[in-house]
């Protein structure tokens, strides 16, 4: 490890660790539930770490937030209502403001910390938070689901970290049967689902489970992001039985000008061409 670099080290990527340049670090707390780190980098802008794994960089973030986001709602028609489980950081709400559609966006983070810190060191992530449709509710996603009426949203957006420490839950098949029975007939769930190429098991698992649950359509689908590990993460994409969804012809494509291009910022990854591919 060289000093004045942070390195990425997990045993979900064993032998291999991304490193990035430290500048200045400006946060270390301990919440109930992770140790938080902000940095700032000498290449990529601000860092937010948990438990010594990125969960975003200012350069970066745009490609999986907006990836995460759109790929589920832009496949459908007048999204209403939408749950983000994670996301603490505020991205995924600031790209889901982005469709008019929406009439709710609730969020069920975890941990109050990452919320804090993102408005303080994150502003233009945090900016998600915004927004009068948003509803905030600071728990633990499993439990939260479970107290969600039936057939209730019309898109899942699950903005997880990865599989040890608290969003273990979140790669489990209790989890998907809860998300199934809050979405309404041909509503569509994405999560992040990892690597091509470190966590083939992983995937392995989610896509079963997920064809014995999501009896609509079931697709895996990435996008690239240099400081998560491998420089690609990927996302499942599925719909429950009812109105048949086809994630590869995006209907509900989202104007690259939209109307909250002023105070969000434009899009900078996502156009249908790059959902189809
Ligand atoms: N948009 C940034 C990317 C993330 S953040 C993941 C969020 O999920 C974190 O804020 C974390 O606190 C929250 N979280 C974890 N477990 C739960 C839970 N059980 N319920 C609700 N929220 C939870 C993902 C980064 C991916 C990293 C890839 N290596």
């Known amino acids: 490890i060289l000093p004045g670099w942070f ?11 991304h490193s990035l340049k430290v500048e200045k670090i400006l946060f270390q707390g301990k919440s109930d539930y992770q140790n938080v780190m902000v940095f700032q980098s000498s290449t990529y802008g601000k860092v ?8 975003l960089t200012e350069r970066d973030e745009c490609a999986y937030q907006e990836m995460i986001t759109h790929l589920p ?7 209403r209502k939408v749950l983000v489980i994670g996301g603490g950081d505020g991205g995924v709400l600031r790209e889901v403001s982005r469709h008019s559609s929406v009439e709710q966006m609730d969020i069920c983070e975890i941990d109050k910390m990452v919320i804090d810190v993102s408005k303080q060191f994150f502003p233009n992530v945090a900016i998600g938070y915004e927004d009068p449709r948003v509803k905030l509710h ?3 996603g499993v439990a939260f689901l479970k107290n969600v009426p039936e057939g209730t949203y019309d898109a899942v957006i699950v903005d997880s970290s990865d599989p040890i420490g608290p969003a273990q839950e979140l790669f489990e098949k209790p989890f998907f ?17 990892e690597s091509i190429w470190l966590h083939m098991h992983i995937i392995e698992d989610i896509v079963a489970n997920c064809r014995q649950i999501f009896k609509g359509s079931v697709n895996y689908a990435w996008t690239t992001v240099p400081t998560y590990p491998s420089g690609v993460i990927g996302f499942m994409v599925c719909s429950t039985e009812g109105p048949a969804v086809d994630f590869k012809n ?7 000008d939209d109307s909250h291009t002023k105070t969000r910022g434009p899009l900078k990854f996502y156009n249908s061409e790059i959902h189809s591919a």
Do not use: M, Y
């Open 7 to 17: 390195s990425e080290i997990s045993p979900l990527w064993p032998g291999e660790a």
């Open 48 to 55: 937010l770490i948990l438990d010594g794994v990125i969960q």
């Open 73 to 79: 709602l832009c496949s459908i028609p007048n999204p």
């Open 138 to 140: 600071v728990g633990d």
């Open 177 to 193: 049967e809860s998300v199934a029975r809050a979405l309404r007939p041909g509503g569509v769930i994405c999560t992040q689902a």
């Open 250 to 256: 995006p209907i509900n494509p989202i104007d690259a």
